[in-house]
């Protein structure tokens, strides 16, 4: 019975593993891509449109940093590092 439990374990924790090894391989192609795809814009003079800029860009002035950060990720769902740093470049 223990061996069972030692067994499965091991097997779950290998399988874990694995998956992490996964996620990770593709979150770095995923930057990589994204990446190239900023200097393919940049070589074409295109930049991203994001919507609702000018209402962010409003708050930042107004000095509401933090709703300017919430506003911004309910705009282009970026997680709340990306949207800081998004809002703090705007500063």
């Not at 924790?13 to 200097?39: F, N, P, Y």
């Not at 800029?53 to 590092?81: F, H």
């Amino acid at each position: 019975m223990d061996i069972a439990v030692l067994f499965l374990t091991s097997v779950v924790i290998l399988g874990i593993w694995t998956i992490q090894s996964h996620v990770s391989r593709v979150e770095r192609r995923a930057a990589r891509i994204e990446r190239k795809l900023d200097v393919v814009m940049g070589h074409l003079g295109l930049q991203e449109e994001i919507p609702g800029l000018d209402e962010v860009r409003a708050l930042v002035r107004e000095g509401k940093q933090i709703q300017a950060v919430k506003l911004y990720r309910e705009n282009t769902g970026a997680d709340l590092v990306e949207a800081k740093q998004a809002v703090d470049r705007l500063s």
